[in-house]
């Protein structure tokens, strides 16, 4: 079975997949949806075993972070495995691997090794703090780039000590700024006909995902620390209770400010003191939420919702992720995508969060069984059948 392409926009770009665990297979999996030919390079059963390094395939978790790729299994720690390798990187444009550092050049597949063999190559890594440096050996993962990265100093309610982000947001953006950068990579190679390496690591990421903190405290030395679901400067933006749960508002500015007064029958507080423009609200943030929640919980939140969006006021329920995914906008959207898998036979799989009007991104690939398309990527390098049986026998595939 050939490569189906989940999309003609990369389906032009063929890339090596040595990645493992979440932050790699991040990067990769945004390449396979719009449509790269992603081969996907894993142990042997035998040398690593199903789920000994992130989840197991009959997981969702492994199900959606693996579609449209084909699976070679490959020793690469045996040299007839690395002479395979070299003989797709000659065929490829990408290779991606979130191994430590050392691992590339142990294994003979670090930038300097790869252009050799293909000048045109580009190599995306992923570390969990940079390729070099005093940390360079230190193994990855997700909570400690939260810590380290000044996430969880700023994340949950004051004075309830550090708290880490629901999702492993170092691991996914980590791997979307690899994968972002693969692509200015390829673009870039249209001028000069030569690769490069791009790499990311998970403290990187998390700390430019701080964004605005960050730059508050570059520029003027203000260290951020936690508000629980207030907005550290807008006001009032939080968390109200309703009568039947509770609901977000995001009331920022003057203008609706004003808006939001009038239409919860609150017009005087637009002249008094306390709130009269951002800063006093700011000053008086737990008064005026005090305020708020007294009038928010008379209703549910769905009438709420009714009543301020029309006059244009920010707002939105807090969903539960079953209620996220029943919403009808989540539903136009398309954001869940029928698939055919092998652990759960029909489903869906989360979809991408962008369209392209021409080529558009589709699941053409159920995620693979271990070494599910070795035979056939090995034929199309050219490999006999008694060589493949000799590879199978010595345990190199």
């Given at each position: 079975m050939p490569h189906k392409k989940a999309s003609e926009a990369l389906s032009h770009i063929t890339v090596l997949d040595l990645t493992r665990v979440r932050s790699?297979?991040?990067?990769v999996r945004q390449l396979a949806d719009w449509g790269a030919n992603v081969i996907k390079i894993e142990a042997p059963e035998s040398i690593e075993p199903d789920g000994s390094l992130g989840a197991k395939r009959d997981t969702a978790d492994f199900q959606n972070l693996h579609r449209n790729k084909r699976s070679l299994t490959l020793n690469l720690k045996e040299k007839e495995a690395i002479e395979i390798f070299y003989k797709l990187v000659k065929k490829s444009d990408v290779v991606v691997e979130n191994f430590r550092p050392n691992v590339k050049d142990r294994l003979g597949i670090n930038y300097e090794d790869l252009k050799k063999i293909n000048p045109r190559i580009i190599l995306g890594s992923i570390s969990g703090f940079g390729q070099d440096g005093p940390y360079e050996k230190r193994p990855g993962f997700d909570q400690i780039a939260q810590g380290m990265g000044g996430l969880m100093s700023i994340t949950g309610a004051p004075g309830e000590g550090p708290m880490r982000v629901g999702i492993p947001v170092?691991?996914?953006?980590?791997?979307?700024f690899c994968a972002m950068g693969i692509q200015t990579?390829?673009?870039?190679r249209e001028k000069s006909g030569l690769g490069q390496w791009v790499n990311t690591s998970l403290l990187q990421a998390q700390i430019f995902m701080l964004d605005f903190q960050a730059a508050r405290w570059l520029c003027e030395k203000t260290i951020a620390g936690q508000a629980g679901n207030n907005h550290?400067?807008?006001?009032p933006t939080g968390?109200?209770?309703?009568?039947?749960g509770t609901m977000n508002l995001a009331v920022a500015g003057e203008a609706i400010f004003r808006r939001f007064a009038e239409a919860i029958d609150k017009k005087e507080w637009i002249e008094m003191d306390e709130f009269k423009d951002a800063k006093s609200r700011l000053k008086n943030r737990d008064y005026l939420n005090e305020l708020i929640e007294e009038v928010t919980i008379l209703k549910t939140s769905e009438e709420w919702v009714d009543l301020l969006e029309k006059v244009g006021c920010p707002c939105g329920p807090?969903?539960?992720i079953d209620q996220m995914f029943n919403d009808p906008q989540v539903k136009h959207l398309q954001m869940a995508k029928p698939i055919e898998t092998h652990p759960f036979g029909?489903?869906?799989?989360?979809?991408?969060?962008?369209?392209?009007s021409r080529t558009p991104s589709e699941f053409k690939q159920r995620p693979p069984h271990k070494g599910e398309h070795t035979e056939e990527i090995l034929d199309e390098l050219g490999i006999s059948s008694d060589k493949l049986q000799s590879l199978i026998d010595k345990k190199i595939i």
């Open positions: 790699g297979p991040t990067a170092a691991d996914l953006t980590a791997g979307l990579a390829l673009i870039e550290p400067t807008s006001v968390v109200f209770k309703t009568s039947n807090i969903y539960t029909k489903t869906e799989l989360v979809s991408q969060p962008f369209k392209l």
